[in-house]
């Protein structure tokens, strides 16, 4: 059986896609990491209105050329525009099969669509939980990273970012990615730790701006706390793939989020929160009710095109801290 490349949009259980000896690829992670500027004016210069957020975009092009067989495309649970990005990446010749994260968020709801999945990879249950017991151990470890970064100091929240963002697809490789994981552990613990007058929450989807976390590190602060990116890594290592996608809070609403989140903030010692939105999206909403429920110093950012920070933007940044540090 030929193997495939398997682009998808957001996180789901990529543990079908690994159980049928494939590739899965985060079109969000390849957009970033490629011409991303470039993805986005050519997604544009194929009629995607400036409107349109910049991800949906990126995506558009990026999965255009990277060599895919095949898109999982997310169409409940994620951006607004999932079900008109699939459609448009099916008409450019893609084929393109649908995941949703159903609405009421029932155990019975999600298992039958993740059993859809495994019948379109032609996988069994009990070869996809194979995996996932491969995965989580990779989990564990992401686990003592997070630790290390809100305990212990030792991982910086760049570093965080970075691989909390890849765990959503483990660079397609679980066997490669552990190795590096683990080298970069070996690293940080003989780190001295990490000094930070002001340990901040970062919120929301991973920023398009590319030097959000260096720039927080300018005013002698550090993110603690990456909210949607740990939640990329499956923390709570339940032992049932639809338990696990259940308490995956992402895909589901704004109160789902606040239950994960508030223990953090006090978990974690949080002295100020950053929220992350992105122009033209949805979850610029949901902030609305983040801000109302978190009782701490609160600076809401909204990105648009993957650069660094506007010095509008970053003016803001710097008042904050000015102000809270």
């Known amino acids: 059986m030929k193997t495939k490349r398997v682009g998808f949009t957001t996180s789901f259980p990529v543990e079908v896609v690994f159980a049928a000896g494939h590739i899965p690829i985060d079109l969000n992670n390849i957009f ?28 558009y092009d990026a999965a255009l050329s990277a060599n895919l067989d095949e898109v999982v495309g997310i169409v409940q649970g994620d ?37 859809k999945l495994e019948e379109h990879y032609e996988v069994s249950r009990s ?42 697809d483990f660079n397609g490789d679980p066997d490669r990615f552990e190795e590096k994981l683990e080298a970069f552990l070996r690293e940080a613990l003989k780190r001295d730790p990490i000094p930070a007058k002001l340990r901040c929450a970062y919120l929301g989807v991973p920023p398009i701006y590319r030097d959000i976390y260096d720039r927080v590190r300018d005013q002698g602060a550090d993110v603690v706390f990456n909210e949607v990116q740990r939640q990329f890594s499956m923390p709570y290592l339940l032992p049932d793939i639809v338990e696990q996608y259940l308490a995956y809070t992402y895909p589901y609403t704004v109160f789902e989020r606040l239950a994960d989140i508030l223990p953090e903030l006090v978990k974690r010692s949080v002295d100020a929160v950053l929220s992350y939105t992105q122009s033209f999206c949805h979850l610029q909403i949901d902030n609305i009710l983040l801000k109302k429920h978190i009782d701490l110093p609160y600076l809401t950012l909204e990105g648009d095109q993957p650069e660094e920070l506007d010095s509008r933007t970053l003016l803001r940044l710097e008042s904050f801290f000015e102000v809270h540090g």
Request: glycine content about 8%.
């Open 79 to 115: 951006c607004s525009n999932g079900s008109s990005l699939a459609a448009m990446l099916a008409d450019a010749g893609l084929p393109v099969w649908h995941f949703s994260f159903p609405q009421e968020h029932s155990y019975q709801a999600l298992d039958a669509e993740t059993a």
């Open 32 to 59: 970033m990491e490629g011409d991303s500027a470039g993805h986005i004016r050519k997604a544009e210069m194929k009629g995607f209105p400036r409107t349109v957020c910049s991800w949906i975009k990126g995506n």
């Open 127 to 168: 070869e996809v939980q194979r995996v996932k017991k491969r995965l989580d151990g990779i989990r564990e470890k992401l686990i003592r990273l997070d630790e290390l970064t809100w305990r212990e100091r030792l991982v910086s929240g760049r570093e965080n970012h970075y691989w909390l963002v890849n765990s959503s």
